[in-house]
C-alpha cells in the first residue's frame, strides 16, 4: 500500500501537515463532523485527506496519494474512501496551488445568505456572479491581489470572492467552481452557498494564511451587519 509515501518523521511532510491541519481546523469549527478538507501537491504527487472521518483524529496512513500528471491513485487505504473534493482540489492545482483547503466555516454559510438576501447590493452584474465584497478592513492585507501579480491587497482595496450554487454531490461542484475561477482569475476563494469555501495558495502556510484571513472578515461581515455596519 506504499506507506513509504506517507509515514516520515519529517513534521513537514504533506501527510503530517495534513493531520495538523485537520486538528487546528477542528478547534475552529472548519472541520466538524467528519466535513472539510484538505490536500497538500509536492513534487507531482497529490496528498488528500479521505472522506467521512473525524479529521481531527486522521493519521498519516490515511492519506490518500494521487500521481498529479497521470490523474492515478498510488496509494488509497482500503477501508477508507476518497475525498469527494478531489477533483476541486485539483482545479486548484491546475491553477498553480501548492495546497488547497475546504472549510465548512458557519461563518461562510452564513455570509453567503446574507449576500443571498441582499443580491441586488453584491452581485457582479458584468461577471454574473453574487460576491462577498469587504473593504477598509486590515485583515484584506492577508490575501494575495491575484496570479503573478506582486504583494497583498492594501487596506483600501475591495476584495471580492465568487459565490457559486451548491449541489447535492460535492463533486458535482466542479464545473461551477472552474468557472468562477475563470471569471474571477485573481480569486484565491470561491464561498459555496450554504455549504462552506475553498480556499487555496500557492504553498501550506500561504493557504493556511489566507483561510485564516478570510474567515476573520467572513465572521466580522456577519458582527457587522448585525450593527448595520456592513
Same mark, same amino acid.
Given at each position: 500500500?506504499?506507506? +513509504? !509515501?506517507?509515514?516520515?518523521? *519529517?513534521?513537514?511532510?504533506?501527510?503530517?501537515?495534513?493531520? @495538523?491541519?485537520? #486538528? &487546528?481546523?477542528?478547534?475552529?469549527?472548519?472541520?466538524?463532523?467528519?466535513?472539510?478538507?484538505?490536500?497538500?501537491?509536492?513534487?507531482?504527487?497529490?496528498?488528500?485527506?479521505?472522506?467521512?472521518?473525524?479529521? +481531527? !483524529?486522521?493519521?498519516?496512513? *490515511?492519506?490518500?496519494?494521487?500521481?498529479?500528471?497521470?490523474? @492515478?491513485?498510488? #496509494? &488509497?487505504?482500503?477501508?477508507?474512501?476518497?475525498?469527494?473534493?478531489?477533483?476541486?482540489?485539483?482545479?486548484?492545482?491546475?491553477?498553480?496551488?501548492?495546497?488547497?483547503?475546504?472549510?465548512?466555516?458557519?461563518?461562510?454559510?452564513?455570509?453567503?445568505?446574507?449576500?443571498?438576501?441582499?443580491?441586488?447590493?453584491?452581485?457582479?452584474?458584468?461577471?454574473?456572479?453574487?460576491?462577498?465584497?469587504?473593504?477598509?478592513?486590515?485583515?484584506?492585507?492577508?490575501?494575495?491581489?491575484?496570479?503573478?501579480?506582486?504583494?497583498?491587497?492594501?487596506?483600501?482595496?475591495?476584495?471580492?470572492?465568487?459565490?457559486?450554487?451548491?449541489?447535492?454531490?460535492?463533486?458535482?461542484?466542479?464545473?461551477?467552481?472552474?468557472?468562477?475561477?475563470?471569471?474571477?482569475?485573481?480569486?484565491?476563494?470561491?464561498?459555496?452557498?450554504?455549504?462552506?469555501?475553498?480556499?487555496?495558495?500557492?504553498?501550506?502556510?500561504?493557504?493556511?494564511?489566507?483561510?485564516?484571513?478570510?474567515?476573520?472578515?467572513?465572521?466580522?461581515?456577519?458582527?457587522?451587519?448585525?450593527?448595520?455596519?456592513?
Amino acid at each position: 500500500m506504499a506507506d +513509504e !509515501l506517507v509515514e516520515s518523521a *519529517d513534521p513537514k511532510h504533506p501527510a503530517n501537515v495534513i493531520c @495538523e491541519l485537520g #486538528r &487546528k481546523f477542528y478547534t475552529l469549527g472548519w472541520v466538524t463532523g467528519t466535513g472539510g478538507g484538505a490536500s497538500i501537491r509536492q513534487d507531482g504527487l497529490i496528498f488528500i485527506a479521505p472522506s467521512g472521518v473525524q479529521k +481531527e !483524529l486522521m493519521q498519516p496512513t *490515511d492519506m490518500f496519494v494521487l500521481d498529479y500528471h497521470r490523474r @492515478e491513485y498510488i #496509494r &488509497k487505504p482500503p477501508a477508507l474512501k476518497p475525498s469527494a473534493c478531489t477533483p476541486l482540489f485539483l482545479a486548484a492545482f491546475d491553477r498553480g496551488a501548492g495546497c488547497c483547503i475546504h472549510s465548512h466555516s458557519q461563518w461562510a454559510v452564513l455570509v453567503t445568505l446574507l449576500v443571498d438576501r441582499d443580491y441586488a447590493l453584491y452581485s457582479d452584474e458584468k461577471k454574473g456572479y453574487p460576491c462577498f465584497e469587504i473593504s477598509n478592513i486590515e485583515q484584506i492585507k492577508g490575501i494575495p491581489r491575484g496570479k503573478d501579480k506582486p504583494g497583498n491587497l492594501g487596506y483600501h482595496d475591495t476584495l471580492r470572492i465568487p459565490i457559486i450554487e451548491n449541489t447535492a454531490r460535492e463533486e458535482d461542484l466542479t464545473e461551477s467552481l472552474e468557472a468562477a475561477m475563470e471569471a474571477y482569475p485573481d480569486t484565491y476563494a470561491v464561498l459555496v452557498r450554504r455549504h462552506g469555501v475553498y480556499v487555496w495558495g500557492d504553498n501550506v502556510h500561504k493557504a493556511k494564511t489566507q483561510a485564516e484571513s478570510l474567515d476573520y472578515l467572513f465572521q466580522l461581515a456577519v458582527e457587522m451587519r448585525k450593527l448595520k455596519l456592513w
